[in-house]
């Protein structure tokens, strides 16, 4: 989320994950200046930000916790790894330091998640500890405003005339407070 936050993000098309590639060297390919203008470009637009839901090493989060704050976002976990990792249920694992991040997209008794190694989609079954939940907000970046508005000046002579405004402003003011309490 930090890297999104700072860079943007691009098109899959534009840097795809190919099944040829075969080290860590190509995997881990840098992106080209243009991808990254790219990215940049696209925080015109969407502003990423998160908060964490859950953080504390010591406790897994509470599972009522994950269901209401996934009404509004999918989550991002962070949990320890045991083998057998490659399987649709992973079995409980019992280290507690953090190892892998994977997404949350379902949750009654089981824990639905998303990965990205090899079976995809994995279930988390109850007492799973995950000690470190976030969730990520997108939005859209408002349109620069084309005419701000004036900026007024702090002090206004003492004239008559701005006296005179004043007590009509006052005046309007407590006509419409009049009528909005039925007076």
Same mark, same amino acid.
């Given at each position: 989320? !930090?890297?999104?936050?700072?860079?943007?993000?691009?098109?899959?098309?534009?840097?795809? /994950?190919?099944?040829?590639?075969? !080290?860590?060297?190509?995997?881990? *390919? =840098?992106?080209?200046?243009?991808?990254?203008?790219?990215?940049?470009?696209?925080?015109?637009? /969407?502003? /990423? +930000?998160?908060?964490?839901?859950? =953080?504390?090493?010591?406790?897994?989060?509470?599972?009522?916790?994950?269901?209401? +704050?996934?009404? =509004?976002?999918?989550?991002?976990?962070?949990?320890?790894?045991? +083998?057998?990792?490659?399987?649709?249920?992973?079995? &409980?694992?019992?280290?507690? &330091?953090? =190892?892998?991040?994977?997404?949350?997209?379902?949750?009654?008794?089981?824990?639905?998640?998303?990965?990205?190694?090899?079976?995809?989609?994995?279930? /988390?079954?109850?007492?799973?500890?995950?000690?470190?939940?976030?969730?990520?907000? &997108?939005?859209?970046?408002?349109?620069? &405003?084309?005419?701000?508005?004036?900026? #007024?000046?702090? +002090?206004?002579?003492?004239?008559?005339?701005?006296?005179?405004?004043?007590?009509? #402003?006052?005046?309007?003011?407590?006509?419409?407070?009049?009528?909005? *309490?039925?007076?």
């Amino acid at each position: 989320w !930090d890297t999104m936050r700072k860079y943007g993000l691009i098109p899959y098309e534009d840097m795809p /994950f190919s099944p040829t590639i075969t !080290d860590w060297n190509e995997y881990y *390919t =840098q992106p080209t200046p243009d991808q990254i203008a790219k990215g940049q470009k696209l925080l015109e637009l /969407f502003a /990423f +930000n998160y908060e964490y839901i859950w =953080q504390n090493p010591t406790t897994s989060c509470p599972i009522d916790l994950i269901k209401y +704050n996934l009404q =509004q976002a999918p989550l991002c976990i962070s949990t320890p790894v045991c +083998n057998p990792w490659n399987q649709v249920s992973p079995p &409980v694992c019992s280290l507690t &330091v953090p =190892q892998h991040s994977t997404l949350v997209y379902k949750q009654d008794t089981l824990t639905f998640i998303l990965d990205h190694y090899i079976p995809y989609l994995k279930e /988390f079954s109850e007492g799973y500890f995950i000690p470190y939940v976030l969730k990520g907000i &997108v939005s859209i970046v408002p349109a620069p &405003v084309s005419n701000p508005t004036p900026i #007024l000046p702090t +002090n206004i002579a003492p004239t008559q005339k701005n006296l005179q405004i004043l007590q009509l #402003l006052v005046s309007l003011w407590q006509k419409l407070i009049l009528l909005l *309490t039925g007076q």
